[in-house]
């Protein structure tokens, strides 16, 4: 049995639902294929149940503050883990339902329930059936990854796709990998009760470039929780858990937490029988502004191809490639200014350029740290620091990198200056309210003036 169609998507995770949306478009004519749950990785296990649990962990941690604030009685509030829990599932349940809502209404033409793999380049078979499509779409999402020598000790590893699942939390936890998730799940975790170590075989965490802000993030996340840094760890058996090793370190706990990146989720497409080149990564060479796999009517997008494992990234590169895929031209569209947030406490966040991609004698970089900020100050957040990379020669915003209160707003102001080419200048004609933690950014983009080629009067004033 065998059907023509002029567009199939592989994977129904957001990468794919959005490059559904364009494909809707210019076709009725398609197939959605996707194996195993419908519903997102950052509904179900990723983005949104995360944010939930960091939530109630920090309004619980919130509690260490009352007494100087005149509330009386914090010491004596408990966490009902089981309800809290219940709380992550049914938001996290909602959340997934509402991804749910595009794929509920497509009927069996349109949504196959099975794997594909590659017959040939314009082929997939999928439950013994055979589709020939004009293009194809590969969204088929990552996968947690656990090094195949920890293997025997499954029973004692969680990761994303088990940790929301929990009913109750376990005593103790070695966390592995200190990117985003690991930070954010073992912070949470922490605040929630749980003994945490961190662990990484890093001397940074959340893949930080700028030293002063990977040796701020470290030393208050380390009074929460300790923090093993620059060897990797080692895992057996013990009586009452598993051991975990850190070179003369080690520590006996009841669960690790797993978080040691992602794997595109390739290995049953049948790569091998097509004409492509692979990366070292096992991913098709693809061009990132048109998404297409070389010159074949294939397309490539989300955390399947290991770039910029974020949701706006992957509805901005399903986006590209559904919109290509329907079109006999392939088109180039600009990628999106890039930035990254970790959402434990205070905001870790990363803005355009970054240190290892500059020249350092071409840049002036400013610093305010979060001690004197007034609004911090006023919510008991006054750590951490901001961190700008401004042009020497015309004062033109390139980067920023920061771990502060409200990291996650500072960095998307500084995102769309970057996008937009601004200059600290004409930042400076911005408005800033008062008391705001937008005044640490005023503060920074002050800094810099002296040490910049060019000099203009900052203009504060305008005729009208």
Not at 52 to 68: G, N, S, T, W
Not at 307 to 318: K, M, Q, S, T, V
Not at 385 to 397: A, D, E, F, H, T
Request: hydrophobic share 45%; charged share 25%.
């Amino acid at each position: 049995m065998s059907r023509e169609v002029d567009v199939a998507i592989i994977g129904a995770g957001s990468a794919g639902l959005f490059a559904l949306s364009q494909i809707r478009k210019q076709t009725d004519n398609y197939v959605l294929i996707n194996g195993g749950e419908l519903g997102t990785t950052c509904a179900r296990v990723g983005c949104m149940p995360s944010k939930v649990l960091i939530q109630v962990a920090d309004d619980f941690h919130r509690r260490k503050i009352f007494e100087r604030e005149g509330i009386e009685g914090g010491e004596h509030l408990e966490m009902d883990m089981a309800e809290a829990m219940e709380h992550v599932q049914d938001l996290r349940d909602v959340f997934v339902d509402q991804t749910l809502g595009t794929t509920d209404e497509m009927d069996e033409d349109h949504l196959i329930d099975g794997y594909a793999k590659f017959i040939t380049s314009d082929t997939l078979e999928v439950n013994g059936q055979q589709i020939k499509a004009g293009s194809i779409v590969i969204a088929t999402g990552s996968s947690p990854i656990i090094p195949a020598a920890w293997n025997e000790f499954a029973d004692d590893i969680i990761t994303t796709d088990e940790v929301f699942e929990l009913d109750a939390l376990p005593a103790s936890v070695a966390v592995i990998g200190l990117g985003s998730i690991g930070l954010e799940i073992g912070q949470a975790l922490s605040r929630l009760g749980v003994e945490v170590i961190g662990i990484d075989q890093l001397d940074v965490v959340a893949q930080l470039q700028d030293p002063v802000v990977n040796k701020s993030i470290i030393d208050i996340l380390g009074k929460e929780f300790p923090l093993w840094l620059g060897t990797a760890a080692q895992l057996e058996k013990a009586e009452n858990g598993i051991r975990v090793t850190c070179g003369e370190k080690e520590v006996v706990v009841e669960k690790v937490f797993a978080s040691l990146g992602r794997k595109p989720n390739l290995e049953q497409l049948g790569l091998e029988q097509l004409p492509i080149a692979i990366d070292d990564r096992g991913v098709p060479i693809y061009d990132p502004l048109t998404m297409q796999v070389g010159n074949l009517p294939i397309f490539i997008a989300g955390d399947v191809n290991s770039d910029l494992a974020i949701l706006h990234e992957a509805g901005h590169e399903g986006r590209v490639a559904g919109y290509n895929a329907t079109r006999k031209e392939v088109t180039a569209f600009k990628r999106k200014t890039k930035f990254g947030i970790t959402f434990c406490d205070p905001n870790i966040a990363t803005v355009g350029a970054q240190p290892g991609e500059l020249n350092e004698a071409d840049i002036v970089t400013g610093e305010m740290q979060f001690g004197p900020v007034g609004r911090a100050l006023i919510i008991g957040k006054n750590r951490g620091v901001l961190r700008i990379y401004v042009q020497r020669s015309n004062g033109k915003l390139l980067g920023a990198a920061m771990a502060c209160v409200k990291g996650e707003n500072l960095a998307h102001l500084l995102a769309w200056s970057v996008q937009q080419n601004l200059t600290v200048f004409d930042l400076l004609k911005m408005p800033f309210y008062h008391p705001v933690i937008e005044e640490a950014l005023q503060a920074v983009l002050y800094s810099v003036l002296g040490e910049l080629e060019i000099k203009q009067d900052v203009v504060e004033l305008e005729k009208a």
